[in-house]
């Protein structure tokens, strides 16, 4: 197997993973507003293994693109798919890599867009916890309408009522 066939194979198991992760996400997303908190612990969990696929996805494509440029005697800075995509000669090879950067792209957008939403779903949760839970814990003192009145009260009624009168 060529380099460049590594690297295609390399890009199309990232595809699969960020898909996967965008489906996990949308889970994510229905998980959060049914409030099943067991399925989003699992949900996670699996992310947690797909976040390390992806890591080592990613070292694995920057190694191959590293030693594709070397091969072909290019210098990248940063090892990116746009700069292999710019020194590459072969407009096959230019059509099929800018494809599957394409696809990344779009892929991770999505991706990015489902987490900014289960983010917000995320804090809207929590808010209403912290409001639950202010309502729960309140204690008696804050109570103003069932409780005792303070000193304070009692000053202010004694100069309501005029004992002169």
């Known amino acids: ?3 460049m066939e590594t690297l295609y194979d390399l890009l199309d198991n990232l595809i699969q993973l960020h898909k996967a992760m965008y489906t996990l996400a949308e889970q994510k997303k229905q998980v959060l507003i049914k409030g099943e908190i067991d399925e989003l612990v699992a949900i996670t969990r699996q992310e947690q293994q797909l976040i390390k696929g992806v890591t080592a996805a990613e070292t694995a494509r920057q190694n191959t693109v590293r030693e594709l440029s070397s091969e072909k005697g290019f210098t990248l800075q940063e090892g990116t798919l746009a700069e292999l995509i710019k020194l590459t000669t072969s407009a096959e090879e ?3 890599l800018s494809s599957y950067r394409e696809e990344l792209s779009r892929i991770v957008g999505e991706l990015r867009d489902a987490n900014e939403l289960n983010q917000q779903l995320l804090k809207q949760s929590l808010s209403f916890v912290n409001m639950t839970l202010d309502l729960i814990t309140d204690t008696p003192e804050d109570d103003y309408i ?4 303070t000193h304070d009260i009692k000053q202010a009624n004694r100069n309501f009522f005029n004992k002169k009168a």
């Open 94 to 96: 230019k059509q099929r």
């Open 1 to 3: 197997m060529t380099k």
């Open 146 to 149: 069932y409780g005792r009145p």
